[in-house]
Nanobody, 122 residues
Framework: QVQLVESGGGLVQPGGSLRLSCAASGFPFSNYAMSWYRQAPGKERELVADISSFGGIRGYADSVKGRFTISRDNAKNTVYLQMNSLKPEDTAEYYC???????????????WGQGTQVTVSS
């Protein structure tokens, strides 16, 4: 079955960096776009970044542009989120998803990982 397993979360000081990883299995990884969502307590879920099946197209939320980078290694069935210049408002549970972009450009997720917590605090 489809499995998405996130890792790499933790506690980091403001201005610090973390790299999240998501190991995928149970499906042809290179056939799908992948993305990272996040959700903070009391806030709506937010699409942070997404990447096309072969990595040629990437999209970012305005709140993370210039600080976060999404990438993937199709040989390792893994997608990454490099997070730099972290801010307290980046604190959230981060989720890896499998999905695709519609003809209208909307990203649709059909499988989710269990999440990894990122806390940015001094």
């Amino acid at each position: 079955q489809v499995q998405l397993v996130e890792s790499g979360g933790g506690l980091v000081q403001p201005g610090g960096s973390l790299r999240l990883s998501c190991a995928a299995s149970g499906f042809p990884f290179s056939n799908y776009a992948m993305s990272w969502y996040r959700q903070a307590p009391g806030k709506e879920r937010e699409l942070v970044a997404d990447i096309s099946s072969f990595g040629g197209i990437r999209g970012y939320a305005d709140s993370v542009k210039g600080r976060f980078t999404i990438s993937r290694d199709n040989a390792k069935n893994t997608v990454y989120l490099q997070m730099n210049s972290l801010k307290p408002e980046d604190t959230a549970e981060y989720y890896c998803t499998r999905g695709w972009r519609t003809a209208g450009g909307k990203y649709v997720a059909d499988a989710w990982g269990q999440g990894t917590q990122v806390t940015v605090s001094s």
